[in-house]
């Protein structure tokens, strides 16, 4: 790109007199392009070429290979970003990603089983992640936009109705049990409450389809 860099070298000279922002050719610009473009065609129009006859026929051909180069390397520019625009890679919407997990503390507590951690989207309207371990509690967890806002539905049984909605608000969070059967409870396992006095425990259970919710968990 010796050639191009010369050549915005010059103009960046003319455009510091008259007080323009230089060009940038690390960071060429749509409008730096079409600025370039249309120097290089005013540079070969024939009274640029042949200087009002000062230039002679060699001047002049050393001219035009030159300014034919500067053209060439310009393009060669545009279309790469035409293509990376065109041709940039869709977001991906179809995945199913199996990992593990294991306890971080597991050298303390002993549990010390992987967890097989399962991650699936089949569209922009959600995604799904499952973790489970033979013998242990599994989780399962959906993502979804509703109602405008990020929202998660947590279950037990990966084949069943969620137990459990979230949904996150401007100040805060809707938290709601599925039905009116599910409530929560006090939280009297000081394994799984961190030390505090405010937690709660929701029993998973299959929804009664003739009970409607109380309340609504989603936001207004």
């Known amino acids: ?113 992987p967890f097989k951690v399962s991650i699936r989207q089949s569209g922009v309207q959600g995604f799904d992640v499952s973790i489970s371990s033979e013998g242990q509690p599994s989780l399962n967890v959906y993502f979804e936009i509703n109602r405008g806002v990020p929202a998660m539905h947590i279950t037990k049984d990966p084949y069943g109705d969620m137990d459990l909605h979230i949904h996150s608000g401007a100040d805060g969070y809707y938290i709601c049990p599925e039905n009116g059967e599910n409530h929560f409870q006090s939280n009297n396992d000081g394994s799984l409450n961190f030390g505090a006095n405010n937690a709660l425990f929701l029993e998973a259970a299959e929804p009664d389809l003739d009970d409607e919710p109380d309340g609504s968990c989603s936001p207004s």
């Open 1 to 113: 790109m010796t050639a191009l860099k010369n050549y915005i070298g010059k103009l960046n000279f003319i455009r510091s007199i008259t007080k323009l922002t230089p060009i940038d050719i690390q960071n060429l610009s749509d409008n730096d392009i079409e600025y370039l473009k249309e120097s290089i065609a005013a540079d070969l129009s024939p009274e640029n070429l042949q200087g009002d006859g000062e230039f002679g026929r060699t001047m002049i051909k050393e001219k035009v290979d030159y300014l034919a180069i500067v053209k060439a390397q310009l393009n060669d520019i545009a279309e790469k970003r035409l293509s990376s625009i065109f041709n940039a890679p869709a977001i991906d919407t179809h995945f199913d990603i199996t990992s593990e997990l294991k306890d971080w503390n597991a050298t303390e507590n002993g549990h010390d089983a």
